[in-house]
């Protein structure tokens, strides 16, 4: 499932809606209790949690001591750790924990806090842990589980080149097997493998020779970690939270689905359904217009401060004006559809219902008859106000104080680049720089860069190199305001897009709901509670 909340604070909102929406529902208490302890673990502990993971004998423990170059995690040919224990290497706290096969109440201490972590170093054998499914298949389970993995073959023999690279290639052919079973699919890219000899490591830092260490893979596995553990991001963090919270509401969903025989709500529930899957569809859709604007903004804004820094403010200006419109125009296409889907949706269900004669018909409940569920006042607010606010929005957010100070720069440094280039600079540039040095595209700039090699040692030479030094300093500090301004513009439509959405969109979607919600009086209390609730985790699933 994809993960589509934008920050935290909404993740750990529909987190915190979800705990308050079960209170009623004391059997699926016990499944949320996993959830709950992963959202409040890392509330508590939001830095990236770490650990070492795989077969007791694999070497775990000597690879933390030949990250961290001295014996400070216990080692044996038996289970030795017992309690999860933690070590610093460098910005990052690592986990030692039971391994695959460890005594059962060592492998529940594991599992316990495999729960908690973020990311995973796998350890294993090449001499034939690697091979065995189970370990394997406990790894295929952390990429489902959206953890951060990467595979260490710790060699305790060494291994050719040769070898290396055939375990490497079957190994990858084993776990693209155990993905699809799992519904995976393109996972190597998701997992890194290296390998080390953690014995040599070891020995090596603590002899201090440097020989040792250099042959043993461990400069290698160092310098991977680093950036591997560097490029897990909050947003990695929160899609694996954000997978329990999707886990837990689909089975939440199908328990309340399966416990309700009621034939007249269940059309109600399927109505819901649909509609709950329609607004999903319709507010991907429209976030996918306002990220697809936000980017032609950003390349138009730079092609704009590029050819036209003196002039580029009005060009600018209709740029975000033509890409409101486009954002309006196909949120209003959306939503008409949304509209039509339901209203086909509600005279089918009228239909079905009349001939069953089962309940009121739905065209005598207010609010749900096909003449009535086209609401003029949503289409009519939808059309004016969402284009004005959008309109107005595009101009105000088009020159606020920090925007036009950078356009200044812009336009105040583009001519600089060609000030004082005299005739005699100009022929050189003309037969030995255009042609060995990519053009500049602005007005009628070309870019100077390591100019001082290219002319001889007289006196209007040394000027010359002394004004393309400065020119060159400028030019880096203008392509870089460009940068930031063209980026800035195009955050800050985007921004304002997804505030107007809020604003306008959900209201409307909200009020359809209600007037489902409300429809639902020929059912009894109990069962209406049921699918208010229904109705709610479904929501809050199509929004994470």
């Given amino acids: 499932m994809e993960f589509k909340m934008k920050t935290s604070a909404e993740l750990y909102r529909a987190y915190a809606e979800t705990k308050k929406l ?51 995690a216990p080692t044996g040919d038996v289970p030795l750790t017992a309690d999860v224990k933690a070590y610093q290497w460098n910005n990052f706290s690592i986990l030692d924990t039971p391994g695959v096969d460890a005594p059962l109440a060592h492998e529940q201490v594991t599992q316990a806090q495999m729960m908690l ?47 290396f690279i055939r375990l490497k290639n079957d190994t990858r052919t084993r776990l693209q ?36 260490v250099e042959h043993s893979g461990i400069i290698e596995l160092e310098s991977s970690l680093n950036s591997f553990f560097s490029s897990i991001s909050p947003e990695d ?41 329609y607004q999903g569809q319709c507010r991907d859709n429209i976030y996918r217009e306002i990220a697809c604007n936000r980017k032609h903004i950003t390349v138009k804004s730079k092609a704009a401060m590029h050819q036209h820094p003196e002039g580029c403010l009005a060009v600018l200006e209709q740029v975000f004006e033509d890409s409101g419109k486009a954002v309006v125009a196909v949120m209003e296409d959306e939503l008409q559809y949304l509209m039509n889907q339901f209203n086909d949706d509600v005279e089918t269900m ?53 925007i036009v100070s950078g356009l200044k720069l812009v336009k105040d440094w583009a001519p600089s680049l060609m000030k004082g280039i005299g005739p005699k600079t100009m022929e050189k540039w003309a037969g030995q720089v255009i042609g060995k ?16 090699d290219l002319f001889s040692e007289d006196p209007s030479d040394k000027e010359m190199r002394e004004h393309a030094a400065k020119v060159q300093l400028e030019r880096e500090r203008f392509e870089q305001q460009v940068e930031d301004t ?21 209201p409307v979607l ?35």
């Fill in 177 to 212: 097997s155990l993905a699809v079973a799992q519904g995976l699919s393109e996972i190597l890219t998701d997992i890194p493998i290296l390998r080390i000899n953690a014995a040599s490591a070891l020995k090596g830092k603590l002899a201090k020779q440097q020989g040792l």
């Fill in 350 to 402: 009228s239909a079905v219902l009349n001939a069953q004669h089962e309940g009121p018909s739905i065209n005598d409940v207010p609010h749900l008859s096909a003449s009535k569920s086209k609401d003029p006042n949503i289409q009519g607010r939808i059309n004016k106000e969402v284009l004005g606010n959008a309109a107005s929005s595009v101009v105000k957010m088009a020159k606020p104080e920090h």
């Fill in 437 to 452: 040095w990519i053009p500049y595209v602005g007005t009628g700039i070309t870019v100077i860069s390591s100019i001082y």
């Fill in 486 to 506: 063209a980026k800035d513009l195009g955050e800050q439509f985007e921004r304002a897009m997804n505030q107007i959405l809020r604003q306008e969109l959900e």
């Fill in 237 to 277: 963090v929160n899609s694996r939270l954000a997978h329990s919270l999707q886990v837990f509401l689909s089975q939440f969903i199908q328990q309340l689905t399966n416990a309700d025989s009621n034939e007249l709500l269940s059309h109600y529930k399927e109505l819901c359904r649909k509609l709950i899957a």
């Fill in 117 to 163: 972590a973020d990311a995973v170093i796998f350890v294993v054998n090449p001499s034939g842990a690697a091979e065995e499914e189970k370990t394997l298949g406990q790894l295929i389970d952390l990429i489902y589980k959206r953890k951060k993995v990467f595979l260490v073959f710790n060699e305790k023999s060494p291994l050719s080149q040769e070898d």
């Fill in 510 to 544: 909200q009020q359809m709901l209600a007037k489902v919600e409300s429809a639902q009086t020929s059912a009894n209390e109990q069962e209406k509670a049921t699918s208010v609730a229904l109705m709610r985790a479904q929501t809050l699933l199509t929004t994470i």
């Fill in 22 to 72: 079960i209170v009623e529902y004391p059997d699926m208490q016990a499944a949320f209790r996993d959830v709950e302890t992963l959202f409040e673990d890392k509330k508590a502990s939001p830095e990236l949690s770490v650990m070492v993971y795989g077969i007791y004998n694999a070497g775990k423990s000597t690879l933390i001591n030949a990250l961290v170059g001295s014996e400070v």
